[in-house]
């Protein structure tokens, strides 16, 4: 896939910018798919609990992985301008040397990750958010297959959002990385959401691939009969598009 496709996508948010509910990401804290945004829970609401089914495949001449994950995540706004992540992940991992015979090679892991984010500036219809945070706080995803490598592991931010769009950087174990992700609405009930890293947190193989970047498309839904509740159904990859699911409740 051409990387010019996902720069087209999001600069064509603008022609929607109208931006849905404030929502978590798979991970906890609000934010689009992945990429968390300068936004928080809304005022007096400060509980939302997050579950996500992730599906993310990749190879290259020599290997293939998939990475399944199942996570629940609360997400507590205990103040206006701070916002904290408990996710319980229970993670697949399959990798497949193409030398080898089969069956490819597997683990099962579980574990209990820590986020936090800071808003710095409030976002709002006249000047850009900012927030600074950590994902994985407890660097417990900071694990692979041998050679494979993780990748991943403890990861700062810094973001900044305007309305529709957002625009971040990160730091890990693989030094800076950046984002970038637009959330647009079709109807009051209906938002479409892009957004594509440099440096995802998914499982790399090695040596990389031609293509290592990852770009997320899918819809985020609104069903009106269960006000606070939100559907996310998006195609996950970096050219060969694998399938996310997630849902998530906002308490009164």
């Not at 041998?146 to 030094?175: I, K």
């Not at 950046?178 to 938002?191: E, H, I, M, Y």
């Not at 997320?216 to 269960?226: A, S, T």
Request: contains cysteine; aromatic residues 12%; negative net charge.
């Amino acid at each position: 896939m051409s990387r010019g496709i996902p720069c087209i996508l999001l600069l064509a948010a603008g022609l929607f910018a109208c931006a849905g509910m404030p929502s978590p990401a798979w991970e906890g804290m609000v934010g689009l798919f992945t990429l968390p945004t300068a936004e928080t829970l809304p005022a007096g609401r400060p509980f939302a609990f997050t579950f996500s089914e992730i599906r993310f495949s990749q190879s290259n001449n020599t290997a293939r992985v998939r990475n399944v994950w199942y996570t629940g995540s609360l997400t507590w706004a205990p103040v206006d301008d701070l916002e904290v992540a408990v996710t319980l992940r229970h993670e697949y991992l399959h990798a497949r040397n193409f030398a080898d015979p089969p069956p490819a090679t597997t683990a099962d892991q579980k574990w209990t990750q820590v986020a936090l984010k800071y808003i710095l500036i409030p976002p709002d219809d006249r000047r850009v958010g900012l927030a600074v945070g950590v994902l994985d706080l407890t660097d417990v995803t900071d694990i692979g297959f041998g050679e494979s490598g993780a990748d991943r592991g403890r990861r700062a931010f810094l973001v900044g959002t305007y309305e529709w769009f957002s625009l971040g950087l990160t730091y890990d174990n693989r030094g800076l990385g950046a984002a970038a992700g637009a959330r647009w609405s079709v109807s009051d009930a209906v938002d479409v959401i892009a957004e594509f890293n440099t440096d995802p947190v998914f499982l790399q193989v090695h040596p990389a691939p031609a293509i290592d970047a990852n770009f997320n498309l899918g819809f985020r839904l609104y069903p009106r009969e269960v006000p606070g509740l939100r559907l996310d159904t998006v195609a996950v990859g970096d050219g060969r598009f694998d399938f996310g699911f997630s849902m998530s409740y906002l308490f009164p």
